[in-house]
C-alpha cells in the first residue's frame, strides 16, 4: 500500500515552454502533498507544501508563479513549470501523507520527475 | 528550528564490511525519525524509521535505534553488499497530528566494492 506514482518520469523541454508534472496517490487519499527539488548530489529541497482543494504554501525563495501547484483532488497533484529555463532543470520528487491513522506523519514518495530545459 | 546532521559522503566500503552512518537531530519533543535510501537514477524510499525513544527500526539488514539522551540515530549494518551502494538520508517529521514537513540530512552517498 501507500503507493505513489509521478509521470512522466522524464522530460526534455525548449526553453520557454512550460511542462506539467502530475503525482497521484494510488490507493489512499493524500490530504497533503509535497514538492521537492533535488540538485545533483544534494539533499531535498522543499519547494511547497499543498492540501486538497487550498492554495499551495511556497518556501521561501520558490516563485509561486514559475512552480505552479494544483491539487485538485486527494489524489492528484500538479507542479507546472512555466516558461522553462536551462536553469529550471533538475530532478523534481513529489510525496504524499495523511492525516491519522498509524502513519499520522510519513511522507511516501513517488519516483522522481527528469526534467531537462534545453 | 528543527534540523538533521549526518557524516559527510562519500563512503566506500569493500563487500561484507561494517556500516555506520551517523545522524544527530535537534528537534523540540519527540519528532519521528526516518532513514531513506535513493539508489541510482530514482526516488526514495522508507528504509526504516522509529516513532519514540530506544524504538528500533530495522529493514534489509539495517537497523538504527531512537537515542533520545543523545540525540541521535545512527544507521548501521552488519555487511554491506554491492547492491547497498546509493545515497542515504537521515530524516525527521515533527510530533504534529497531521502530515508534515520531513527535514532531511544533506545525504550521504554510499558506495560498496566487490
Known amino acids: 500500500g501507500a503507493v505513489v506514482s509521478q509521470h512522466p518520469s522524464r522530460v526534455i523541454c525548449k526553453s520557454g515552454t512550460s511542462v506539467k508534472i502530475e503525482c497521484r496517490s494510488l490507493?489512499?487519499?493524500?490530504?497533503?502533498m509535497f514538492w521537492y527539488r533535488q540538485f545533483p548530489k544534494q539533499s531535498l529541497m522543499l519547494m511547497a507544501t499543498?492540501?486538497?482543494?487550498?492554495?499551495?504554501?511556497?518556501e521561501q525563495g520558490v516563485e509561486k508563479d514559475k512552480f505552479l501547484i494544483n491539487h485538485a483532488s486527494l489524489t492528484l497533484s500538479t507542479l507546472t513549470v512555466t516558461s522553462a529555463h536551462p536553469e529550471d532543470s533538475s530532478f523534481y520528487i513529489c510525496?504524499?501523507?495523511?492525516?491519522?491513522?498509524?502513519?499520522?506523519?510519513?511522507?511516501?514518495f513517488g519516483p522522481g520527475t527528469r526534467l531537462t530545459v534545453l | 528550528g528543527d534540523s538533521v546532521t549526518q557524516m559527510e559522503g562519500p563512503v566506500t566500503l569493500s563487500e561484507e564490511a561494517f556500516l555506520t552512518i551517523n545522524c544527530t537531530y535537534t528537534?523540540?519533543?519527540?519528532?519521528?525519525l526516518f532513514w531513506y535510501v535513493q539508489y541510482p537514477g530514482e526516488g526514495l524510499q522508507l528504509l526504516l524509521k522509529?516513532?519514540?525513544?530506544?524504538d528500533k527500526g530495522s529493514n534489509k539488514g539495517f537497523e538504527a535505534t531512537y537515542r533520545k539522551e543523545t540525540t541521535s540515530f545512527h544507521l548501521e549494518k552488519g555487511s554491506v553488499q554491492v547492491s547497498d551502494s546509493a545515497v542515504y538520508f537521515c530524516?525527521?517529521?515533527?510530533?504534529?497530528?497531521?502530515?508534515?514537513?520531513?527535514?532531511f540530512g544533506s545525504g550521504t552517498r554510499l558506495s560498496i566494492r566487490p
Open positions: 490507493d489512499f487519499q493524500a490530504t497533503t
Open positions: 522509529a516513532t519514540k525513544a530506544d
Open positions: 528537534a523540540t519533543g519527540y519528532p519521528s
Open positions: 499543498s492540501n486538497e482543494g487550498s492554495k499551495a504554501t511556497y
Open positions: 530524516a525527521l517529521s515533527p510530533p504534529y497530528s497531521s502530515a508534515s514537513k520531513i527535514i
Open positions: 510525496s504524499a501523507g495523511f492525516s491519522g491513522g498509524v502513519s499520522y506523519n510519513e511522507q511516501f
